[in-house]
């Protein structure tokens, strides 16, 4: 069984033309064909601060659900 799966840090993932995010890590399943994901990743990492900790809790995840991502994992500093 191989796995097509790769960590990547320091990419944007472009939604649509208006919403782009990056995140501290994420692990993507399929080709990379570019410089940026235009497509789901599996896993999204996050770490948030005090400042955006509601943010990313509330916003970012339903965006995130939304759009397929399968798991979510946000860290407190």
Known sequence: MSCSCEACSELDWIIDEHLVVRSECIIVCG???AA???FPPILFV??????????YR???YN???LQ???????SNT
């Open 31 to 33: 080709s990379l064909s």
């Open 36 to 38: 940026f994901l235009n």
């Open 46 to 55: 996050e770490i948030s601060s005090q400042k955006t900790k509601l943010r």
């Open 58 to 60: 509330d916003t970012k």
């Open 63 to 65: 965006l995130y659900e």
């Open 68 to 74: 397929g991502v399968k798991y979510y994992i946000l």
